[in-house]
């Protein structure tokens, strides 16, 4: 076992009896208590729910594979009765009547969860700093941020308020919070996780992945919440695979993506650990060369269609009507449009007119036609490219954490952060952030990307980055 | 006035009759208590998503083989976007530009009508406005039943191939006795499970340009269909033939004034947004799907109508009603397969077309609890002579209502016709006798006075044997005793 997999040791020592789930629960607690006010890694911390559940796991006969493992769930996944927010105003007092497939999947294997985790408002930024309910600060650095969307569940697994944490990734949500906050986030395979109870954002890019301080863990969470769900009908029946083993890279080829490590705005030091970490994996037996991707430039450009245009649709559910905040008005329409305009953050609204505007009348070929076409360019630059290669390498995030506030006013620089996620999200394959070295005291992430399907050899070679780590 | 010519294309939606919803297992039921059959998907919650209902794709399937429609190998969903409260995601889940069936007709009274297209979509729910008269203007509040809310739609698209508003009706009625007949929809117009929009323009006759058209909407029943065609053809040519221009505009029949009136136009110029529904995949029917279908399809309504025709020698439109009302052919084949002596399956259809279908009408009876066989029974005692064919129609109502055999009735009420020919010539003999000179004054009288008289003797005849003497063979008596 690799020295970063807490939570494997915790369903470990619960299963054998070594430990009582309530036990590590309080532990966990007792941390969230004392560092939660500083980071605000949380919406909601569900201390009774999570005792409750913690004294059923000691109680229960079988205990499942996470047995009293504390995971945090970002707060856009629906938790039957514990309200689910988005990090917005306009689900106020929304409960949801169910629980996500990940969620009862989660339950079902005997995880705790210790609370909902904060998020740029419906998971549209990269910092966490557009929630409604003020900003998650990076563990390692109160002033920096941990990244976003997924930001809350990056931290609370940086500050060890829980070992593993749920995310979701639209255009690098897990990944690009996972290399900011110095730990491993997953973006799976498209369709092998259900979204059924994930609050949309983009639904032809949104996955559900796992956050965990090593790459053990996280395949762990990962085998838990895969697999075929009929309620999802994107979702693919493939066999579960077998994540666990080695990090034996010996005869893998591996290629280091010209176009994201020689990219305007990537930091020296992020380029020197990538490439630290590809050769560090020539050293372990792997071939390494350079591979080339000119569509990925056009990535950012498609994404910022496609994903704002099934937003604007997604949303649009937001309207006072049966559930969340409701704005007062004459009549149903001036309500409709009051409740959006106080309910939503600024960040939201620029999507949806961005969306909406994509797919009006007259300017739908011109830009989300177009932006379709771009996916299919970017689907056959990948395709060629594992032809030659087995995995491909790059920086998850151009820079390491930057400073609260620094990009705020600048949205299109906060959209640049995602320049080496974004393109994984449009192409389904799946894809890890793994930490390797730092510059500042800040943590770096390495990218590690694989096929579709390809997560057995995208664990092997992240696991041979983390045993290579400085 | 110059003569014109109506351009009329219909948009038919029909609620097909799945158990469950299009994209969730809730049911798909009419008149429930609001909001009961409802879940996280069919209310939009944040966080539920669709999965595809395979009936419906079935159904969808049946209506392409009745109609001779395309499928291609495969048909896309789309998102139809614009707000609105009895629509819980604020899009509506239909197909666009890849629908699942295209490009088929349909036979109305030997004219080909094209049929563009047909595709499925999710049903809103259903919006009350309380107070103010019940329209949403000045309306105090509103509430909405989501229960309506997902259940399957197939809209059905002709071609603008129909020409007048009797036409159009008996399209409806054709279709609709289609959609019966293949079992996909109980095609209630007053329930809404069967919703028409018409597409109407007029030009000159002989003139092969499309005129503007409006689209009429709220037609609640055929009735409202053939009269706001005309009224609206009719406004539409006043304007023509005082030069000015039809606006194309969406309008809606007022039933009670008689007349189409504009919708607000501003309001409901549109740009739905469409774009491809991410959270379903395409929908590809299999070999399996399409050869299943083709393998229970039953005898269509046209098809039917021929055949009764001819088998029962009757007119195909006399066989209409057979083939419009649901089970009614099933209950005359039955009656006629069970038929014994002289009657004919003229005789049984010209039953069911008039009293059959009158006790249906009156009592909302289904044809499938009558009992055939006992309409065999009665249409045989009318034919061999056993009761009159007045008495025969007093005997059948009895016989639908008590569900009693003819024969227990005409024992019971002693109503059986007195045919033998010997009693009847006693009787004939001992009434001529008993009148004195009658012979002799009928023999001599002319024929007016004939006419009477024979009437005269008849009726002492009828009293005689007490209204049950078989008048045909009577009357043959009196023909040798009196000529």
Same mark, same amino acid.
């Given at each position: 076992m690799s020295p970063a997999a807490p939570a494997a040791e915790i369903a470990s020592a619960v299963r054998s009896g070594r430990r009582s789930a309530r036990d590590v629960l309080e532990e966990h607690l007792d941390r969230i208590d004392a560092r939660e006010g500083d980071v605000h890694a949380f919406n909601l911390v569900l201390a009774d729910e999570a005792r409750a559940a913690a004294d059923a796991v000691d109680a229960a006969g079988d205990k499942g594979p996470l047995a009293g493992v504390p995971v945090a769930v970002k707060d856009n996944l629906c938790t039957r009765g514990v309200p689910t927010t988005c990090s917005s105003r306009i689900l106020d007092g929304w409960k949801p009547p169910y629980d996500a497939t990940v969620i009862e999947r989660l339950r079902a294997a005997g995880a705790v969860i210790v609370g909902k985790t904060n998020l740029d408002e419906f998971a549209m930024g990269s910092s966490t700093e557009n929630s409604a309910f003020g900003p998650t600060r990076n563990p390692h650095d109160l002033g920096r941020v941990p990244g976003g969307s997924s930001g809350g569940s990056a931290a609370a697994v940086a500050a060890g308020f829980a070992p593993l944490a749920l995310g979701s990734d639209t255009g690098g949500s897990i990944r690009q919070p996972a290399a900011l906050c110095g730990v491993v986030g997953v973006k799976p395979t498209y369709g092998t996780v259900s979204r059924y109870g994930l609050i949309a954002f983009a639904s032809s890019l949104d996955q559900i992945g796992p956050f965990a301080a090593g790459v053990d863990d996280a395949a762990l969470l990962l085998e838990t919440i895969w697999g075929h769900d009929r309620a999802d009908s994107t979702s693919i029946a493939a066999p579960r695979p077998a994540l666990g083993g080695g990090g034996d890279v010996r005869g893998l080829r591996v290629g280091l993506i010209a176009e994201m490590l020689d990219g305007e705005g990537v930091d020296p030091a992020v380029r020197a650990a990538v490439e630290g970490a590809a050769a560090a994996l020539e050293h372990a037996g792997a071939t390494v060369d350079r591979v080339s991707l000119p569509s990925t430039q056009f990535g950012i450009s498609a994404y910022y269609l496609i994903a704002p245009a099934e937003a604007s649709s997604n949303l649009a559910r937001y309207d006072g009507v049966r559930y969340g905040m409701r704005a007062e008005a004459p009549d149903v329409a001036q309500m409709n449009a009051a409740t959006r305009d106080t309910g939503f953050g600024p960040e939201v609204k620029r999507r949806i007119m961005l969306g909406t505007y994509a797919l009006s009348a007259g300017y739908y070929d011109a830009y989300y036609g177009q932006a379709q076409r771009v996916r299919t360019l970017i689907i056959r630059d990948f395709d060629r490219a594992y032809d030659d290669f087995d995995v491909l390498l790059s920086p998850t995030s151009p820079t390491v954490a930057f400073e609260l506030g620094a990009k705020t006013a600048d949205p299109l620089s906060m959209y640049l952060c995602d320049v080496c996620t974004v393109p994984v999200n449009l192409t389904g394959q799946c894809a890890m952030s793994v930490p390797f070295g730092r510059s500042e005291g800040l943590p770096i992430g390495v990218q590690v990307v694989a096929p579709v399907l390809g997560e057995p050899v995208m664990f092997r070679v992240a696991r041979a980055i983390e045993e290579a780590a400085p | 006035m110059s003569e014109y010519e109506m351009v009329i294309g219909l948009e038919v939606h029909c609620e097909l009759a799945t158990a469950s919803k299009l994209f969730c297992g809730c049911p798909n039921a009419f008149g429930d208590e609001p909001n009961t059959n409802v879940c996280p998907v069919c209310l939009g919650l944040p966080g539920s998503l669709p999965v595809l209902n395979e009936r419906a794709v079935e159904y969808a399937l049946r209506v392409a083989e009745a109609l001779g429609l395309d499928v291609p190998a495969e048909s896309v969903f789309s998102r139809k976007n614009y707000f609105y409260p009895d629509m819980p995601k604020n899009y509506q889940t239909s197909q666009y530009d890849m629908p699942i069936t295209e490009n088929g007709a349909l036979d109305v009274d030997g004219v080909r009508i094209g049929v563009t297209r047909a595709h499925l979509e999710e049903d809103t729910g259903k919006t009350m406005h309380m107070g103010g008269a019940g329209r949403i203007h000045g309306a105090d509040y509103s509430l909405v039943d989501y229960n309506r809310a997902g259940v399957p739609l197939l809209e059905i698209v002709s071609e603008p191939d129909i020409r007048g508003a009797e036409q159009a009706k008996r399209y409806v009625e054709e279709l609709r006795a289609t @959609?019966? %007949? =293949?079992? &996909? $929809?109980?095609?209630?117009?007053?329930?809404? *499970?069967? +919703?028409?929009? %018409?597409? &109407? $323009? &007029? +030009?000159?006759?002989?003139? %092969?340009?499309?005129?503007? +058209?409006?689209? =009429?909407?709220?037609?609640? $029943? @055929?009735? *409202?269909? &053939? +009269? %706001?065609i005309e009224h609206e053809a009719d406004r539409q040519w006043e304007l023509v033939a005082a030069g000015d221009r039809v606006v194309q505009e969406t309008r809606h029949w007022d039933e009670e004034r008689g007349r189409t009136i504009a919708g607000r136009s501003k309001e409901e110029a549109h740009d739905y947004r469409y774009f491809p529904e991410p959270d379903l995949v395409p929908v590809a029917p299999t070999e399996e799907m399409r050869a299943a279908v083709r393998a229970t399809m039953p005898e269509l309504p046209a098809a039917r109508r021929r055949r009764y025709a001819a088998e029962w020698g009757i007119r195909e439109d006399d066989a209409r009603v057979l083939v419009d009302v649901p089970g009614l052919g099933a209950y005359a084949e039955e009656a006629v397969a069970a038929l014994t002596g002289g009657a004919t399956a003229k005789d049984v259809v010209n039953w069911v077309r008039q009293d059959v279908l009158a006790f249906i009408n009156e009592t909302d009876a289904s044809p499938a609890e009558l009992s055939a066989p006992m309409l065999a029974e009665l249409a045989g005692m009318v034919a061999a002579g056993t009761i009159s064919r007045n008495q025969g129609k007093d005997v059948l109502d009895e016989s639908l209502r008590e569900q009693k055999w003819p024969r227990d009735i005409v024992e019971d009420r002693g109503l059986a016709q007195v045919s033998d020919e010997a009693a009847l010539a006693e009787v004939v003999d001992r009434v001529l006798a008993a009148t004195d000179g009658f012979v002799e004054e009928f023999r001599a009288a002319d024929d007016k006075a004939r006419k009477k008289k024979r009437g005269f003797i008849m009726g002492r005849l009828m009293q005689e044997l007490k209204g049950q003497g078989n008048a045909q063979v009577l009357n043959r008596l009196l023909d040798e005793r009196l000529g």
């Open positions: - | @959609l019966l %007949a =293949i079992g &996909v $929809s109980d095609v209630k117009m007053e329930e809404g *499970s069967l +919703r028409v929009d %018409a597409n &109407v $323009s &007029v +030009r000159p006759l002989g003139s %092969a340009e499309l005129g503007t +058209r409006c689209e =009429i909407k709220n037609l609640n $029943s @055929l009735r *409202s269909l &053939v +009269r %706001a």
